[in-house]
């Protein structure tokens, strides 16, 4: 099972931007999906950014024009840029990765946009 651990979370102001790295254990070269998920506090996680075997990400409206997810196959890396940060963004962010019925989770990495 692929090992995730995110990077790149931190303190930053309204309107500024940030980008979260994700590096995985294994080779992402032939993932089924990848994604960005966050959760606020008090709330249920949810979407950000996901991406299945054909190619296509789909962002969460919220996000949609601000956010960017990549991936760098030979570093085994996953990142989501952030740019337009609002304090509604504020979370913490998790990535995840599935291999074949195989998902896997990173620990999370905390976001803080402050006003």
């Known amino acids: 099972q692929v090992q995730l651990v995110e990077s790149g979370g931190g303190l930053v102001q309204v309107g500024g931007s940030l980008r979260l790295s994700c590096a995985a254990s294994g080779s992402i070269f032939s993932v089924n999906a990848m994604g960005w998920y966050r959760q606020a506090p008090g709330k249920q996680r949810v979407q950000v950014a996901y991406?299945?075997?054909?190619?296509?990400?789909n962002y969460a409206d919220s996000v949609k024009g601000r956010f960017t997810m990549s991936r760098d196959n030979a570093k085994n890396t996953v990142f989501l840029q952030m740019s337009s940060l609002k304090p509604e963004d504020t979370a913490v962010y998790y990535c995840?990765?599935?291999?074949?019925?195989?998902?896997?989770w990173g620990q999370g990495t905390q976001v803080t946009v402050s006003s």
């Open positions: 991406s299945n075997s054909g190619g296509i990400t």
């Open positions: 995840y990765v599935r291999v074949g019925i195989k998902s896997s």
